[in-house]
């Protein structure tokens, strides 16, 4: 098992580090207090290439495999400060790049794949609704067929990016009684006769990427916005969901890296009782806690990176990976304040919104309840 | 137009290294000056007044990969002449003249100093081997008159100096001439199919030798450590009578 | 024959009273020194330089010269040295020296060594200290050849003395059509001050991009600057921002100082700009963050407000 990587991929995880560390850390504490999302920064991660990871050249990307972009997201999340910005660029990713790539038509894939990729178009999804979070097949927003178009109703929450994209991936149903047979994706650009994109969401930390609610009366789609066949919504998520399973929480390893550097140097310069605070066992074994998530999390993100480009199902592996990266990035951000005392609590240094972002990770994506139930299905409970 | 773009690898004046990685990382990167000559050259090119882009550096393979990142930025194509020898600017300069010779560049654009050397002379020395106009500490360029002349404002320790050189010339650059753009991951997936033509001092018809030898290398004395005063009265007190420099 | 000659600086009015500090490495090196003064109608300027012991002062004064174009300059050297015989092609490190002397040590063949420090006898040959890696290193480097080009920093060599009985001033014919003119001189634009040149001034006040814009930075670090009689300097990240002029700059590829006193405003004291003024004898540094890398260098150094601080300063000072 060779674990080392190739001068190509070091050079490009290079440039991605240098990159982030020079141009996406500005300003992120006061847009983090007023709930501001980043435009310029978005707009550099397109032109550096970020948002086309992982697509074919063909369409604008640049055809990374699944490793290289797992590593290239976890130095993003080392080197860049502004989580919410992160998980803007996941949520654009995973939930309306991907379905693109696997389930769109040639004419959908040569619209809007190009300018995902560069970040001239922004997109995200629109799946849970008031009544719907985790059992999320039973949304009740509904696509009837009228004529060359799709008449879309219903209301849909936690809109990541719903405030900024451009495109939304749009789950409904087309006929109630099929169930699940009948989720189907819709392809619904911003500003389609009867969206209405409602009061942006305040949330309590990644908060420099903005939320809103999204309500449809009577929403036109015209039919070739269909995305993949009726019906092949829930499978189209499903996939779409294992993937951001497994890649959402890459760049929260290398924010624990960074954290954990944080530490150290604070532990080992911060002085009280005549020594450095490290030398405390209680302090120094918390930062061997977090070293060892750290790894932990790193090793289990590679692997399913790996994995990812070899065998065709990795739902198991999404879901285990998601839940223990969540977990440690929650009790790191925890230590982290912990380690630093008071000084961890005042937004100045930038450590309390760590956990702030943090906390997220065990809700979206599937909580870490249901990532628990996939595990136990899977190991045949 | 065709621009020769020389740049030197030396060791990166900010250290940033992700500590998750093993002890080879990299810690080289293009000279800062360098970089903002490969920049002007792409942005004249965006201009449409160059055609071509051609980097040179010296060095061991190792250099390779501030050649690829030269390559990312947009440079069309690389020469690595082959030369692990300690060099100083008297040496350099006459291997970049052989290169000059063989590429026959309209206009030489390289930053005016390495970080690591401090000397400020090899594109003066070129110039004066070739005989080509120069212009150094340079803050702007412009191209006149079809791209026969170039006119140049420099920085200099009283202020600004516009000068205009006849081309082919020897532009070195000053770090306000522009700010370099980061590589792009699309410009370096392109670069790795951008050539890279090594050739030995021999190949090119250049046998030199360095003149300068480096004895020693010596940090130099810290100054002690200094004493936090507590008010502008405690300050002025102390530069009169302690440092009695008031 | 002489074993020396020094280029010396001139701004068309009169002397750069640093350059002449290249003539304290030309008695170091030993034997006689020739000054040499390139440009047009600079009588004046070489009739000041008659007492600085050297043997002769060399004036190229041509129209074609009125300008310091390289090319031009550096022929002239070369002919210069060839007639003086000398080994050593000395100057002070400037944007002039820098611009020109490379250019004549290649057309001499010669190696060049830059901002040399201090020179050290080792058995029939010398050595040269100079700064490397923005000033963190110094290294003692030896050079061979028949002639050799040197630049000294300013700061690193006393001012000559100026008493010696007088000496010739012999004026060298210059072959203006033989001149290269592939260069021309289009315009300069420098502001002339009141305030003594940076590089020579006793004291020196210096403001960091926390001076805001250019009008505070006049009223804070001009005003402390006058109130000491002093000049000013700035970081490259407030001339990159507009609040001073680039001749301001101090530091690795700025100007470097070594004033009786430096005051550094705002300045949290990059490696690229200690390297501009770590030979000041004393350092001052007014700063809002008690941990800025300045306050290591720093001789006394003051946590607080800069708008605070600064004009209580010039208050104290004045009263005094």
């Known amino acids: 098992m060779d674990f080392a990587w190739s001068d190509q991929q070091r050079e490009l995880l290079n440039a991605v580090g240098r990159f982030a560390s020079q141009q996406l850390n500005y ?269 932990s999390s790193r090793h289990m993100l590679y692997y399913y990176g790996w994995l990812s480009g070899h065998r065709k199902s990795v739902y198991l592996e999404a879901a285990m990976t998601k839940l223990h990266i969540a977990d440690c990035w929650v009790k790191c951000s925890e230590d982290a304040i912990q380690i630093h005392g008071g000084y961890g609590y005042m937004t100045e240094y930038e450590v309390e919104r760590e956990l702030r972002d943090a906390i997220a990770s065990k809700l979206y994506s599937g909580t870490s309840e249901i990532q628990r139930n996939i595990v136990a299905s899977m190991l045949g409970l | 137009m065709k621009i020769l773009v020389p740049f030197k690898s030396v060791p990166d004046p900010n250290d940033a290294t992700f500590a998750g990685e093993a002890a080879s990382a990299s810690k ?98 070129l110039a004066g081997l070739l005989g080509w106009p120069q212009a150094t500490f340079v803050s702007s360029i412009e191209f ?76 130099p004395p810290k100054r002690p450590a200094g004493t936090r005063v507590e008010s502008v009265e405690e300050l002025i007190t102390k530069l009169k009578q302690e440092a009695k420099v008031l | 024959m002489a074993e020396s000659l020094v280029l010396i600086e001139h701004d068309r009015q009169q002397v750069k009273r640093s350059s002449l500090h290249a003539i304290t490495l030309a008695q170091q090196l030993g034997g006689e020194y020739e000054l040499l003064v390139i440009g047009h109608v600079v009588n004046k300027i070489s009739s ?59 057309l001499l063949d010669a190696p060049m060594v830059t901002d040399v420090v201090a020179i050290e006898q080792m058995d029939g040959s010398i050595s040269y200290r100079r700064p490397i890696n923005a000033g963190s290193m110094f290294a003692k480097v030896k050079v061979e050849g028949e002639r050799r080009v040197l630049t000294v920093r300013a700061a690193a060599f006393e001012t000559p003395a100026a008493n010696a009985a007088p000496c010739p001033i012999v004026r060298f014919d210059v072959d203006a059509e033989s001149l290269p003119n592939g260069m021309r001189f289009i315009s300069r634009e420098e502001r002339k001050s009141d305030r003594p040149d940076l590089t020579e001034a006793r004291v020196v006040v210096s403001g960091g991009r926390p001076l805001k814009d250019k009008e505070t930075f006049e009223r804070l670090v001009g005003g402390l600057a006058d109130a000491l009689g002093g000049a000013i300097g700035a970081t490259r990240a407030a001339v990159d921002a507009g609040m001073a002029p680039n001749d301001y700059q101090i530091g690795q590829t700025g100007k470097v100082v070594a004033p009786e006193l430096y005051i550094a405003l705002g300045i949290s004291g990059a490696i690229q700009h200690l390297a501009g003024i770590k030979d000041s004898r004393i350092i001052v540094a007014i700063n809002k963050d ?20 600064v004009p209580q300063l010039i208050e104290s000072i004045r009263r005094a």
């Open chain 3, 48 to 106: 000041s330089l008659v007492s600085l012991g050297a043997t002769s002062v060399i004036v190229a004064d041509d129209p074609a010269l009125a300008e310091p174009l390289a090319d031009r300059y550096a022929t002239v050297i070369v002919e210069a040295v060839r007639k003086s015989g000398a080994k050593n092609i000395l100057g002070t490190s400037s944007t002039f020296s820098k611009d020109i002397l490379p250019r004549a040590a290649a």
């Open chain 1, 27 to 295: 300003d992120v504490i006061e847009n983090d207090r007023e709930g501001i999302f980043n435009h310029e920064a978005w707009k550099k991660c397109g032109d550096f290439g970020i948002q086309g990871l992982l697509v074919p050249t063909d369409y604008g990307g640049l055809g990374t495999d699944p490793l290289t972009t797992v590593a290239a997201l976890e130095r993003l999340g080392y080197a860049c400060r502004d989580n919410g910005l992160l998980f803007s660029i996941n949520a654009h990713m995973w939930t309306a790049i991907i379905p693109l790539v696997y389930n769109g038509s040639e004419a959908q894939k040569k619209k809007y794949l190009p300018g995902l990729c560069n970040g001239t178009l922004i997109g995200g999804n629109a799946m849970s609704e008031p009544n719907s979070g985790s059992d999320a097949f039973s949304l009740t927003t509904t696509a009837i067929k009228k004529g060359s178009r799709y008449i879309l109703n219903g209301s849909k929450i936690f809109v990541t990016n719903g405030p900024i994209a451009d495109l939304l991936v749009v789950f409904a149903t087309v006929d109630k009684t099929r169930g699940t047979d009948g989720i189907s994706a819709f392809l619904v650009e911003k500003n389609s006769p009867g969206m209405n994109v409602a009061r942006k969401l305040e949330k309590m930390g990644l908060r420099t990427s903005p939320m809103a609610e999204v309500f449809f009366e009577n929403c036109e789609v015209p039919e070739e916005n269909l995305l993949g066949k009726e019906g092949g919504g829930a499978f189209l998520f499903t996939r779409s969901m294992t993937w951001e399973r497994g890649c959402i929480l890459a760049s929260a390893v290398g924010s624990m890296q960074r954290l954990l550097e944080t530490c150290i140097r604070y532990a080992n310069e911060r002085k009280q009782g005549g020594q450095s605070i490290g030398k405390y066992q209680l302090v120094a074994s918390k930062i061997v806690d977090m070293k060892v998530r750290v790894e």
């Open chain 3, 290 to 309: 008690p941990d800025a890398p300045i306050c290591q260098t720093a001789t006394y150094f003051l946590v607080g407000d800069l708008y605070q601080i």
């Open chain 2, 144 to 219: 006149l008159d079809n791209k026969t002349r170039a006119r140049c404002t420099r920085e200099t320790d009283a202020g600004l100096e516009v000068v205009e050189l006849d081309l082919p010339a020897i532009i070195t650059t000053d770090l306000r001439l522009n700010e370099p753009r980061y590589v792009s991951l699309p410009g370096l997936i392109r670069a790795r199919r951008k050539p890279i033509e090594v050739l030995t001092c021999d190949q090119v018809g250049v046998n030199v030798r360095p003149l300068t030898t480096v004895l020693a290398v010596a940090r």
């Open chain 2, 28 to 125: 080289s990167v293009i000279n800062p000056f360098d970089e903002i000559a490969i920049e002007e050259a792409l942005r004249i090119r965006e201009r449409g007044e160059a055609t071509e882009i051609v980097g040179v550096t010296i060095g061991a393979p190792s250099v390779d990969e501030q050649i690829r990142a030269a390559l990312a930025m947009g440079v069309d194509r690389a020469i690595r002449i082959d030369d692990a020898r300690a060099l100083d600017p008297y040496a350099v300069a006459r291997i970049l003249r052989a290169v000059v010779e063989k590429e026959a560049p309209h206009v030489v654009i390289m930053g005016k100093q390495a970080v690591d050397d401090d000397s400020n002379q090899v594109g003066q020395i």
